[in-house]
């Protein structure tokens, strides 16, 4: 699944990275404790999370995981957008509960991590 | 090629800065993607657990052809019962180390799964020493 179409089934922004129009995501993951993403061994995976802060674009960094999106209509701050920008992670913001994100994402195929 | 970083306890906004810089250089390298997450993930493990439990410290990595050497070396409270801390599930994390997404007991078991070497010693009230290591090349 393209950056523009999880942007478009999530009505999410696009905080940075949309220019990554050839970027696939095959599966995604949700969680808010990072411990629990940096056990994940998968490629091409979104993570949704509604855990607004720096470690967030961290862990994502470390587990080669290059699409974030914040869900809960969480504040990003800019300190976490700066961060994805210079680390090439593709940031959204939507306003949806995880459970609803990730229902819609879903829904329209993109495959669960396990 | 030896790097040394030094951590500050309770540094959240910069924890994983270390650990960051040392994936770039792993990169540049060509090292096996898989490989450079594997030390990445613990790295960056070992670093928040500088950030969150102890005053300070010093990361020692060693760069050779068949493996990457990291040395974490903290001067804070120590581990009383490293059995225990091994457990999945066991922490002693304050609040805000769980706000920051960790402090869930899982950081320890996920290093020692991740490495193809793993030492920890302690000393109460000196600090932790961790040294991990992940082959290169490994057949």
Redesign the interface.
């Known amino acids: 699944m393209k950056v523009k179409e999880i942007a478009k089934i999530l009505s999410a922004n696009i905080l940075c990275g949309e220019d990554n129009h050839n970027l696939e995501f095959e599966c995604a993951f949700a969680s808010?404790?990072?411990?629990?993403?940096?056990?994940t061994q998968a490629d091409g995976m979104l993570l949704l999370?509604g855990?607004a802060?720096?470690?967030?674009i961290?862990?994502a960094?470390?587990?080669?995981v290059q699409g974030v999106v914040i869900v809960r209509n969480k504040t990003v701050p800019q300190?976490m957008i700066d961060l994805a920008c210079e680390?090439g992670i593709v940031l959204f913001e939507c306003r949806s509960s995880m459970y609803k994100a990730s229902g819609l994402l879903y829904q329209n195929g993109l495959k669960p991590l396990f | 090629m030896q790097f040394e970083y030094t951590i500050d306890g309770g540094d959240?906004?910069n924890?994983?800065y270390a650990?960051?810089q040392v994936?770039k250089v792993l990169k540049q390298l060509n090292v096996d993607?898989k490989l450079i997450?594997r030390l990445?993930?613990c790295l960056?493990?070992a670093e928040?657990n500088i950030v969150a439990h102890a005053y300070s410290g010093i990361i020692y990595t060693d760069i050779s052809t068949d493996k990457i050497v990291v040395k974490l070396v903290d001067k804070g409270p120590g581990i009383s019962d490293i059995n225990l801390a091994m457990q999945m599930g066991y922490s002693t994390a304050s609040p805000e180390v769980r706000?920051?997404?960790?402090?869930?007991g899982?950081?320890l078991p996920?290093i020692k799964?991740n490495a193809d070497e793993f030492n920890i010693e302690s000393v109460v009230n000196q600090g932790t020493t961790l040294e991990i290591a992940v082959y290169i090349n490994q057949q």
């Open positions: 808010d404790l990072m411990s629990d993403v940096l056990t999370t855990l802060n720096v470690q967030t961290r862990t960094e470390m587990s080669d300190e680390s | 959240f906004t924890a994983g650990s960051s994936k993607p997450k990445v993930v960056y493990e928040v706000e920051m997404g960790f402090g869930a899982m950081g996920n799964n």
